[in-house]
């Protein structure tokens, strides 16, 4: 009896340390860590014109709301601290994409009194690239967001 107690035991660990790993292995909906991760699904192309745009990011982390409007008025109420920048050529330019790894030296880092107005994601981080602003994932230096032609 009490072998047949002990191999039930063993055979229920092993089916529920099997299932837990089989369900930590697939997050479903394609919002694991690979690269299609990192494209952001319902992402609207944003419209310089449009000073009120909201921009909704869902990575499979909590959803980031990015006010483009609200950050296009900032920097510019801030120009001090960024001061005149120019515009990459087109072949840098279509690099900086969603979802891509950040180009090395292309990217600057931000005046902190200018990045102490702009709204804090934890994990993130603001970024310069020519006329661009972008949000950064800290840790992979993957482009989460870009901001076409903020510092313009």
């Known amino acids: 009896m009490k072998k047949s107690h002990a191999l039930i ?11 837990s790993t089989i369900t ?8 694991g860590n690979s ?4 494209k952001a699904h319902g992402h609207k192309n944003f419209d310089k014109n449009n000073d009120h745009s ?3 990011i869902d990575m499979g982390s909590p959803q980031i709301t990015i006010d483009t409007g609200g950050i296009r ?12 920048v120019d515009a990459l050529p087109p072949g840098i330019q279509k690099r900086l994409a969603q979802g891509k790894p950040l180009p090395p030296g292309i990217a600057k880092k931000l005046d902190n009194r200018l990045i102490a107005k ?3 994601y934890e994990g993130y981080e603001w970024m310069r690239a020519g006329k661009d602003l972008l949000l950064v994932v800290a840790a992979t230096g993957i482009i989460y967001d870009v901001l076409h032609d903020v510092f313009d």
Do not use: C, E, M, R
């Not at 035991?9 to 299932?19: E, G, P, Q």
């Not at 008025?73 to 005149?84: E, F, Q, R």
């Open 24 to 31: 930590l292995a697939n997050p479903g909906n394609g919002k």
């Open 35 to 38: 690269a299609n991760a990192h």
């Open 9 to 19: 035991v063993f055979f229920t660990s092993i089916a529920l340390i099997t299932s």
């Open 73 to 84: 008025i900032t920097i510019g109420d801030n120009k001090a601290y960024w001061g005149n």
């Open 118 to 120: 702009l709204p804090h």
């Open 54 to 56: 909201l921009i909704n």
